[in-house]
Nanobody, 121 residues
């Protein structure tokens, strides 16, 4: 059974930092893209960051220069370091993984349950 389990969410003041982690199990994810989506209150889910199997990355404009994604294929993990957090970053963050075709329409094959990030002003 494939599972993605996130951790590291919480409450932080504006300007602070948090690191989210996602551990994948049930299969090898080294050939898959992995990434993070978020859903803010009253808004649609959006792609925040994606990392391909070769390490190349995509960042949403809203987080460029503040967030850093990394992966460890040997451990089947992906992490998101979030710096200079803003209240607008408040959202539920979801880890996701899947083959390239599944990302085309924003629907990776596998999803975590989500972790809440709250940034206070």
């Amino acid at each position: 059974q494939v599972q993605l389990v996130e951790s590291g969410g919480g409450l932080v003041q504006a300007g602070g930092s948090l690191t989210l982690s996602c551990i994948a199990s049930g299969r090898t994810f080294s050939s898959y893209s992995m990434g993070w989506f978020r859903r803010a209150p009253g808004k649609e889910r959006e792609l925040v960051v994606r990392i391909w199997s070769d390490g190349s990355t995509y960042y949403a404009d809203s987080v460029k220069g503040r967030f850093i994604i990394s992966r460890d294929n040997a451990k089947n993990t992906v992490s998101l370091q979030m710096n200079s957090l803003k209240p607008v970053d408040t959202a539920v963050y979801f880890c996701a993984a899947g083959g390239s075709s599944s990302w085309l329409f924003g629907q990776p094959d596998y999803w975590g349950q989500g972790t809440q990030v709250t940034v206070s002003s």
